[in-house]
């Protein structure tokens, strides 16, 4: 909903303000995550986009 976006805005920006996210070790370790994220969830991502795509084809 809205309201959990700005919920989660908030906590995103309290985050940043911290600066907790500054550290290059911090934006390593979260961009090592997201590539172990791709790569486990790659087929599940391929076919959401092939599902997607043939949809606006049509």
């Known amino acids: 909903s809205e309201v959990e976006v700005f919920v989660l805005m908030d906590c995103l920006r309290a985050t940043w303000m911290s600066g907790k996210t ?3 070790e911090f934006r390593v370790t979260q961009l090592e995550a997201l590539c ?4 486990e ?3 599940d ?3 959401a986009l092939c599902e997607d ?3 606006m084809m049509a």
């Open 22 to 24: 500054r550290p290059k």
């Open 36 to 39: 172990h994220f791709l790569e």
């Open 41 to 43: 969830r790659q087929a």
């Open 45 to 47: 991502i391929q076919h």
């Open 53 to 55: 795509l043939h949809k």
